[in-house]
């Protein structure tokens, strides 16, 4: 049982290259989020999909974009990479936002751009 | 004033000490509060969930909630070098996103 499944776990890009992040998760869950973490700075939401065909812009969305391709899948992409967007990126999933439901994460993508 | 605030530590503490991990928050909507524990070049693993005030308890953790206070504490009693990692806290009111604390960093010495 994978869970959340993202990749690649490590990148290194130079300003201005362009790359897409990849998430799949099995749990069947509803709703898929993109997360980074820096420190200090805790996890901050870049998007979200709440369901299969919609997505919303979290608390930090500049530099990003993102597909959710199908119930499975949410890939991130960063169209014009900065060194501000050096960071560890995690997906995420969960069921609807209710009672007894929580959020499941993968094991990170740690990017860095030059 | 974030919305969730939590001591960034780091904290040490010898093996078989008592450790509490608090967060405080400012929004009275949220109703769902977890725990995750983050090992190093990990994701965040869930760890304990409380939906009411109150204390719940799970082996060596304890989570407690007070609404009033607006303030959820994690115990862990005996605990381990194993238990050496972020600790983070998280809330969610109904139908929104969640909110994560910034992570209290424990370091648990043999």
């Known amino acids: 049982n994978a869970g959340v499944t993202q990749t690649p776990k490590f990148q290194v890009l130079k300003t201005g290259q362009s790359m897409t992040l990849q998430c799949a998760q099995d749990?069947?869950?509803?709703?898929m989020y993109w997360y980074r973490q820096d420190p200090g700075m805790g996890l901050r939401l870049i998007y979200y999909?709440?369901?299969?065909?919609?997505?919303d812009k979290g608390e930090v969305p500049n530099g990003y974009n993102v597909s959710r391709l199908n119930k499975r899948e949410f890939s991130l992409r960063l169209e014009s990479a900065a060194p501000s967007q050096t960071s560890v990126y995690f997906c995420?999933?969960?069921?609807?936002?209710?009672?007894?439901?929580?959020?499941?994460f993968g094991e990170g993508s740690w990017l860095t751009v030059v | 004033q974030k919305e969730v605030e939590q001591d960034p530590g780091p904290l040490s503490v010898p093996e078989g000490a008592i450790v509490s991990l608090n967060c405080t928050y400012s929004?009275?909507?949220?109703?769902?509060f977890m725990w995750y524990r983050q090992y190093s070049r990990k994701g965040p693993e869930l760890l304990m969930y409380?939906?009411?005030?109150g204390n719940k308890e799970d082996g060596r953790f304890t989570a407690q909630v007070d609404k009033s206070s607006k303030y959820i504490s994690l115990f862990i009693r005996d605990s381990q070098p194993s238990d050496s990692a972020t600790y983070l806290c998280?809330?969610?009111?109904?139908?929104?996103?969640?909110?994560f604390g910034p992570g209290t960093r424990l370091s648990v010495l043999p």
């Open positions: 995420a999933s969960s069921q609807p936002r209710g009672p007894g439901n929580t959020i499941y």
């Open positions: 749990m069947n869950h509803n709703s």
């Open positions: 999909s709440a369901s299969e065909g919609t997505t």
């Open positions: 929004n009275s909507a949220f109703q769902y």
């Open positions: 409380t939906y009411s005030s």
């Open positions: 998280a809330m969610m009111a109904y139908g929104q996103n969640f909110v």
